[in-house]
């Protein structure tokens, strides 16, 4: 739900407005899992840059202001005391930034307007008729941070944790049963935990996106992966309470959450409109109770082993496929390499962490993976745009076969390789120039035959003369420009050919049933080489001795 007179979501301005009408709100925010509590909602978690500075000045003396004021001024109005004192703490740290003479400070000082604003907005949230409740705090505080960490490409709907797989009610089941396991004991989570090598990652191995189901992938984040989570709860370690007791202050908190989680959605999604209005979360609520029971599952001691069989391993090829899809769409868009680069180095970070994931959970067959399956070709390409650019191709040779020695100067033609010739005569010809010195690259004799001979060295067929004579004839006829244009066009469609054959190659594999383990690993194989193709193009701006004088002999 956005709120577009404030340019806020409504979820931040729920938990502005929480902790200024009630200043014990702040305890909810406070991560106490950890060994030095800290806030587990950050200031960067506010999509609205002037709600993160608001929330920020709360929380670093705002609160106290408030607090001062209202003993100061007992009889002048709660709302516009508050209002004042937040405005009074976010100006703070401007004052101290101009005062040191940051001029970006200092014009935000003198914007006069942009103060009233935010001071309107303040005032309106700090008011006792705001629509939110102080005691759900946690709640709002969570769509926000999950808004920033998993947003949604649907418009008004903050995030979305997984997408659903289509599966059936059997593996639905089988999902609720890990949840209820936990559920029942929140001990069994230790079987779930591991350290991750990369320190922002969650230390589960088990993710709310490995499950099939976006129900019970909220559910797990509610539950274990989340900010806030009800194994944190004091309730989940409260040797006082029976199962049964614990169990239903667990599944409260879970409850309460995914109808907050649809109430922010409603506004987007008529699905979660629906299941606000037909009361479905308390239907979920029964579902859990159910599940919590010991006689629910063969043995909810296995819980981790049921949870790599049936949830983590089927959802690994999906989760390869949609990293494949990633960079399909970045190799056909028209999107500069850096940004090709990229998303190709983000993809193979997530397979890192995908892989890393895998390894340490309690895997039955671990380790049995065919390794047959790690190299295998990409299928025929015919769809999408043409990456076969011949005369472009042959420009480019005529050019080179005119100077040489642009090869061995700064600029694309230096980052030239024979993949980007897609004609047999065209990458043969290339290499040919590549191996022979200046003078003789020049000579059509000796480079038509370096070229032949180079092809029967890799094996390949008969090169066709009449092709390898036109480029020839036209060398010595045709004026044109230098090969720098032609080649960056070159390396970019081979960026783009490559990165598309990898997620296709990718996505084929996906689609088969390949030991998980096995198809992450081909998968970063394919990405790699892909990777290093998207990386070469920075090659053109490093100076590279030339070949041909480095190792000049001293004759005289």
């Known amino acids: 739900m956005n709120n577009d007179q404030y340019r806020a979501p409504q979820h931040e301005l729920n938990v502005l407005s929480s902790l200024m009408r009630d200043r014990s709100a702040w305890n909810q925010l406070v991560d106490r899992n ?93 008011k006792p008729s705001w629509p939110a409740k102080t005691a759900h705090i946690r709640h709002d505080a969570y769509v926000t941070t999950r808004a920033a960490q998993y947003p949604s490409e649907v418009e008004d709907v903050p995030f979305e944790l997984s997408r659903g797989r289509g599966i059936d009610s059997e593996a639905v089941a089988k999902e609720l049963a890990v949840i209820g396991a936990i559920i029942n004991t929140p001990g069994r989570v230790e079987k779930f935990g591991f350290t991750p090598s990369s320190p922002d990652s969650s230390p589960y191995w088990l993710q709310p996106q490995d499950f099939g189901d976006p129900l019970t992938a909220e559910i797990w984040d509610a539950l274990v992966t ?105 190799g056909l868009a028209d999107t500069s390499l850096d940004q090709v680069a990229l998303e190709l180095g983000t993809v193979e970070y997530a397979l890192d962490q995908l892989a890393e994931r895998l390894d340490e959970a309690p895997r039955t067959l671990a380790g049995y993976g065919t390794p047959d399956q790690i190299s295998e070709p990409a299928p025929d390409q015919t769809e999408g745009p043409s990456y076969a650019s011949r005369p472009i ?12 020695g642009q090869l061995h100067t700064g600029g694309p033609t230096r980052s030239l390789a024979e993949q980007d010739f897609t004609q047999p005569e065209h990458r043969f010809l290339f290499k040919a120039i590549q191996s022979l010195p200046p003078n003789a690259a020049q000579d059509p004799w000796l480079l038509n035959n370096q070229a032949q001979q180079l092809a029967r060295y890799d094996g390949a067929p008969p090169l066709d003369f009449a092709e390898l004579s036109s480029i020839e004839y036209a060398a010595r006829t045709l004026t044109v420009p230098e090969a720098d244009q032609g080649a960056g066009h070159l390396v970019t469609m081979t960026v783009r050919r490559t990165a598309r054959d990898a997620s296709t190659a990718v996505q084929a594999a996906a689609q088969k049933t390949h030991d998980p383990r096995a198809l992450i690993d081909q998968s970063r194989q394919q990405f790699h080489q892909a990777t290093r193709e998207a990386l070469r193009h920075h090659e053109q701006s490093v100076p590279a001795p030339t070949p041909y004088t480095a190792h000049q002999a001293n004759v005289a």
């Not at 409260?252 to 979360?281: F, M």
């Not at 390869?320 to 899809?325: F, Y």
């Open 226 to 330: 989340g900010p806030d989570p009800a194994i944190a709860l004091p309730a989940a370690s409260d040797p006082r309470l029976t199962t049964g007791q614990r169990a239903t202050a667990m599944i409260q908190h879970i409850i309460t959450r995914l109808a907050y989680n649809d109430h922010h959605r409603s506004t987007g999604s008529p699905e979660a409109k629906a299941r606000l209005d037909a009361n479905v979360h308390q239907t979920i609520a029964t579902l859990l109770a159910r599940a919590t029971a010991p006689d629910y599952s063969p043995n909810p001691d296995n819980a981790a082993e049921y949870a790599v069989t049936f949830i983590l391993e089927p959802s690994i090829p999906a989760a390869v496929e949609d990293l494949a899809g990633h960079v399909r769409d970045y």
């Open 393 to 404: 191709e042959r420009r480019v040779l005529i050019s080179l076969m005119q100077n040489p």
């Open 34 to 126: 950890r060994p030095d509590p800290q806030y587990w909602l950050l200031p960067d978690h506010f999509k609205s840059e002037w709600a993160g500075a608001a929330y920020t000045a709360l929380l670093s003396g705002g609160l106290n202001e408030i607090e001062q004021r209202l003993r100061a001024f007992p009889n002048a109005d709660p709302a516009t005391v508050t209002a004042n004192a937040v405005v009074a703490s976010m100006l703070t740290p401007y004052q101290q930034r101009a005062a040191a003479g940051d001029p970006s400070a200092q014009a935000a000082l003198n914007n006069s307007a942009y103060w009233a604003g935010v001071h309107g907005a303040l005032l309106e949230m700090a």
